[in-house]
């Protein structure tokens, strides 16, 4: 399991929930995403669009399986605004 705080997430919006699903959906493990005390499967869109009305700017990624610290990683990344690894 591997944990990641981003503290200063980008906004959500159709256009970054969208890259969101895309990269999670690139990974074997479960991920979520946890924020404002909604806690959302990353690999759902419906679910990561919910969040868009979520004030918090806090998220936690919490990802499950064997490649949980390379999925954790890139999806913080991707909420901080940073380029992904290749």
Known sequence: MAKRLVENAKRMNADTATRLVRLAGGF???????T???QVNAKSLM??????????????????GADAGRAADAVAALLEGRPLAS
Not at 28 to 34: K, Y
Not at 47 to 64: F, H, I, P, W
């Open 28 to 34: 074997r493990s479960l991920i979520t995403l946890e």
């Open 36 to 38: 404002g005390g909604k």
């Open 47 to 64: 679910g990561v669009m919910t969040l868009e009305e979520e004030k918090s700017r806090v998220v936690l990624v919490t990802a499950t």
